[in-house]
């Protein structure tokens, strides 16, 4: 087998061998940089394979045995919910040389990170990540209280080479989503009352028209009606197990 698989080869064999393991789904997406493999945890949680790279993004033990899954070498949260910012998940994951960066509401928890900031833009681990806005309009816990407030939490556009990948965290069909360019590659939450309805997740992709887009977060939602709504759109819709 040694001889037959060396480098990044031997590592997204072996990466391959553990996620089916486990049970999870993957795509495989070719970059300039080199096949970008998407591996579908659940809910929001992701794991983007790159060029010998493993990014966790919001890392759930609940979700995985993170025991058995690669070693991070960047770990990106959203936000500090509990559904999506886990320290048992990322302590499992995390070595000495893991870059770690997280929105700011995560800071009374998490220690030794880079901070994000709606608009930050970065280089970690070798990839550009843009923290952009992710927040609620309409939801409300009570009143005048979003499920989510505006610039609390992130989404993150990562670049791969010649792709450009939107994880967009816990929001709605915010006007900034209009801003977002060359987007190939999006994941956009489909729950109530957290997120978005099929309606908003089909407003928001027409909005900034990525190639895929990939539902996910989206609990007991129908997903054939975003399949429906997206229909002659230009639009690939691809449903994995995200719920």
Same mark, same amino acid.
């Given at each position: 087998?040694? @001889?037959?698989?060396?480098?990044?080869?031997?590592?997204?064999?072996?990466?391959?061998?553990?996620? $089916?393991?486990?049970?999870?789904?993957?795509?495989?997406?070719?970059?300039?940089?080199?096949?970008?493999?998407?591996?579908?945890?659940? /809910?929001?949680?992701?794991?983007?394979?790159?060029?010998?790279? *493993?990014?966790?993004?919001?890392? *759930?033990? @609940?979700? +995985?045995?993170?025991?058995?899954?690669?070693?991070?070498?960047?770990?990106? $949260?959203?936000?500090?919910?509990?559904? /999506?910012?886990?320290?048992? +998940?990322?302590?499992?994951?995390?070595?000495?040389?893991?870059?770690?960066?997280?929105?700011?509401?995560?800071?009374? @928890?998490?220690?030794?990170?880079?901070?994000?900031?709606?608009?930050? *833009?970065? &280089?970690?681990?070798?990839?550009? $990540?843009?923290?952009?806005?992710?927040?609620?309009?309409?939801?409300?816990?009570?009143?005048?209280?979003?499920?989510?407030?505006?610039?609390?939490?992130?989404?993150?556009?990562?670049?791969?080479?010649?792709?450009?990948?939107?994880?967009?965290?816990?929001?709605?069909?915010?006007?900034?989503?209009?801003?977002?360019?060359?987007?190939?590659?999006?994941?956009?939450?489909?729950?109530?009352?957290?997120?978005?309805?099929?309606?908003?997740?089909?407003?928001?992709?027409?909005?900034?028209?990525?190639?895929?887009?990939?539902?996910?977060?989206?609990?007991? &939602?129908? &997903?054939?009606?975003?399949?429906?709504?997206?229909?002659?759109?230009?639009?690939?819709?691809?449903?994995?197990?995200?719920?």
């Amino acid at each position: 087998m040694a @001889q037959l698989f060396t480098g990044v080869s031997m590592f997204f064999l072996v990466f391959a061998l553990t996620a $089916v393991a486990q049970g999870f789904e993957t795509d495989t997406i070719k970059t300039s940089a080199g096949d970008l493999k998407i591996t579908f945890i659940g /809910h929001g949680t992701l794991i983007l394979s790159c060029a010998g790279k *493993v990014i966790h993004v919001d890392p *759930v033990s @609940q979700l +995985a045995d993170y025991s058995k899954l690669p070693k991070a070498d960047v770990i990106l $949260v959203t936000h500090e919910h509990h559904d /999506h910012f886990d320290l048992k +998940a990322l302590d499992l994951i995390r070595t000495s040389k893991t870059v770690v960066a997280a929105s700011e509401s995560c800071a009374g @928890q998490l220690k030794d990170f880079i901070i994000m900031k709606n608009g930050d *833009v970065k &280089t970690i681990g070798g990839f550009k $990540v843009e923290a952009v806005p992710a927040y609620n309009i309409v939801h409300m816990r009570s009143k005048d209280v979003p499920y989510h407030p505006k610039n609390v939490g992130n989404g993150y556009v990562i670049t791969f080479g010649d792709r450009r990948v939107y994880i967009a965290g816990d929001t709605e069909n915010i006007p900034e989503m209009k801003n977002l360019e060359a987007i190939d590659i999006a994941f956009l939450p489909m729950n109530l009352p957290y997120t978005m309805t099929p309606e908003m997740v089909a407003a928001a992709a027409k909005s900034f028209e990525p190639k895929i887009l990939y539902p996910y977060h989206f609990s007991d &939602t129908d &997903t054939s009606r975003i399949v429906e709504l997206l229909k002659d759109t230009g639009i690939e819709v691809r449903i994995r197990k995200m719920n």
